[in-house]
């Protein structure tokens, strides 16, 4: 065991050292403190900045999105095309699809780690309050993924926009949309895989459904050829979460399906009601 | 304080805690006792609200856990070692759990010193050997400087020096008032730390006493006597009233401290004596009587079970068997 020994102590510090009145029961010179959610999310705060993964998980999606975004913008500025009529800001697509996968998994852990090392339990005994401690799990991961996908994709917009000038210029729109709402989209979209990790208790099993919830409508609608199931292919192929996600840049698959801010209406839904049974589970369950 | 009343817990068709009422009170130390599976650590995970009673109740200075606003400074509790995260240093899980009830930070460096971890505290806690895990269990339980605490096996993976330490640590922290409910699979270990005992097998309770009742009523003393003279002996014991068993090979035994009185008759009438020794039972072995019919997990020797008792290497089972027609120990004092 390579791990330094800790010293023995030989005298515990004097609080314990002197013996208290018999029976009196014990008062604490520590104050006490009626805790409320800002306590919880301060610890939560700790947590998720002290442990590598958090590190990993955004340092490979800023790379992802970042890196992506510049190449596919150097691809295309290297090339002759004429891009007058495209919009420069959807070149940032690829790397935030790829990047979600990050979020994803951070989401998932957040809540599933826990489970597996079986810290929960020293998480639920500090306090006792289920929801508060899922609200403050959520409410911190949300405030982090979402400010790390904005930088990152403002980022990208900002030097794509520098690198193609013979495309359109973006309207204040097409900016609000491929910087703050698909940061709010991918937000959302980790904090949906937070509560599908708070209900399923397993790092792994979480992470491989939230990844199957991603790729998997888009790549079964593509193998759809019956006529019969046209419209299922239709319906998958627009609410699909690449699909959504394009949806940001004024890109679709079809003509109809989620447009607008359409995709952002649903993501919230959804996160919404998974989340009220994480929660609801949550306060049923042993922990 | 602690309060269980017809506490139970049951997994489907199984019964892992069996109406439980009991009162942990504060100032000593109160062993809770049982084999492995007994019910120990579902019990106690009750306590701190995370598994939900099928039935009955359990109150911590008269409230339910989940009632507790700030409840590191009421009850601090030491359950798995191993439920940190890994790549968390020592200091961030404590500084984690101090945030949470609103602990000053300053406090964290006080409970590492405390468990004498202060020079590993940025270390990631995987790197950490069982007995530093339960140095930090302890520190995370001691956070809130609580008036309850409540240490589930605190001495597995510990060295002696360490056992040493856990011991000292509790018997001060009763001495101060505090309520300090340990439990443990081991008699010897309680036996030197507790001063009262909560036994319980397959989730019911056996035994709620002190332990110096529990020792007076348990550890049967009793004189082992060999002598090559064996029939004579026997009729001399036997005119001066003094009931007689088998122990093991050639061995006698007698009940009770009546060495003198045996040698002295020994002498009298010139018997030879090889041997005449006092003997006490240990806790250990009336531990295991009494919780030898709930026991979840038995490892058998390859041979029919002769008794209730495991081969001890003296043979005073025998000596129980015909002293007691086999009842198991503890069954008379299971009654007072």
């Not at chain 1, 996600?245 to 952002?264: I, K, M, Q, R």
């Not at chain 2, 939900?52 to 009421?74: C, F, M, N, Q, S």
């Not at chain 2, 309520?179 to 005992?197: G, I, P, Q, R």
Request: net charge neutral; proline share 5%; with cysteine.
């Amino acid at each position: 065991m390579s791990t330094p020994q800790p010293p023995m102590p030989q005298a515990a510090p004097d609080r314990w050292a002197a013996p208290g009145p018999a029976y009196a029961g014990y008062t604490s010179p520590i104050p006490v403190v009626r805790t409320n959610l800002m306590h919880a999310v301060a610890s939560e705060w700790t947590k998720i900045r002290s442990v590598r993964s958090t590190l990993w998980t955004l340092g490979v999606f800023v790379l992802l999105v970042v890196g992506i975004g510049l190449l596919v913008g150097g691809v295309v500025a290297g090339t002759e095309a004429d891009l007058s009529g495209s919009n420069p800001l959807e070149l940032g697509f690829f790397g935030l699809l790829l990047g979600s996968m990050c979020i994803m998994t951070l989401g998932v852990l957040t809540t599933a780690s826990e489970y597996g090392t079986g810290l929960i339990r020293t998480t639920m005994t500090a306090c006792p309050s289920r929801g508060r401690v899922l609200a403050a799990k959520g409410l911190v991961f949300f405030l982090v993924s979402f400010a790390v996908t904005l930088v990152s994709a403002t980022l990208v917009a900002v030097a794509q926009v520098a690198m193609l000038p013979g495309a359109d210029e973006p309207s204040g729109e097409d900016w609000l949309r491929s910087t703050v709402g698909v940061s709010l989209y991918i937000a959302l979209l980790g904090l949906l895989s937070l509560a599908v990790g708070s209900i399923i208790r397993h790092s792994a099993g979480a992470i491989t459904i939230m990844i199957g919830l991603l790729l998997a409508p888009l790549v079964i609608a593509l193998f759809m050829f019956s006529e019969s199931l046209k419209d299922v292919q239709e319906f998958l192929l627009e609410y699909s979460i690449p699909n959504q996600l394009s949806v940001f840049y004024a890109n679709s698959l079809s003509d109809s399906g989620p447009s607008g801010w359409g995709p952002l209406g649903i993501i919230l839904g959804v996160t919404a009601v998974v989340f009220g049974i994480a929660f609801v589970l949550l306060q049923r369950r042993d922990v | 304080m602690i309060e269980l009343s017809g506490l139970t817990k049951r997994y489907g068709e199984k019964v892992a805690v069996n109406d439980l009422t009991f009162t942990v009170r504060p100032g000593i130390i109160t062993g809770f006792l049982g084999p492995n599976g007994a019910g120990k650590s579902t019990t106690m995970r009750m306590v701190l609200g995370l598994d939900r009673p099928t039935a009955g109740d359990v109150r911590i200075d008269g409230r339910h856990y989940h009632e507790l606003k700030d409840p590191l400074t009421y009850i601090g509790a030491l359950l798995d070692a191993k439920a940190v995260h890994g790549g968390r240093s020592a200091y961030h899980h404590l500084l984690c759990l101090a945030q949470a009830n609103g602990i000053p930070a300053r406090r964290v460096h006080e409970v590492l010193d405390t468990v004498g971890l202060t020079a590993v505290a940025k270390k990631k806690a995987k790197g950490f050997s069982l007995g530093m895990g339960q140095r930090l269990g302890i520190a995370g339980a001691l956070l809130g400087d609580p008036r309850i605490l409540m240490f589930d096996e605190p001495v597995n993976g510990l060295d002696p020096e360490g056992i040493h330490w856990i011991r000292n640590l509790m018997k001060t922290l009763a001495a101060q008032g505090r309520t300090v409910f340990v439990s443990s699979h081991l008699m010897s270990e309680m036996a030197l730390t507790a001063d009262h005992l909560v036994v319980i097998g397959q989730g019911r309770l056996l035994a709620d006493t002190s332990m110096a009742r529990f020792i007076a009523e348990n550890s049967r003393s009793y004189v082992r006597v060999r002598t090559p003279q064996r029939e004579r002996l026997l009729d001399v014991l036997a005119t001066a009233g003094i009931a007689v068993a088998p122990g093991g090979g050639e061995a006698l035994e007698v009940d009770g401290d009546k060495a003198e009185a045996i040698g002295e008759l020994a002498a009298r009438h010139q018997i030879t004596l090889h041997e005449l020794s006092p003997q006490r039972a240990s806790l250990e072995e009336a531990f295991m009587q009494l919780t030898a019919e709930s026991v979840e997990y038995h490892a058998h020797d390859g041979q029919p079970a002769a008794g209730p008792l495991p081969p001890q290497g003296q043979a005073q089972g025998q000596a129980q068997g015909q002293g007691q027609g086999q009842r198991p120990w503890g069954s008379d004092w299971r009654k007072g």
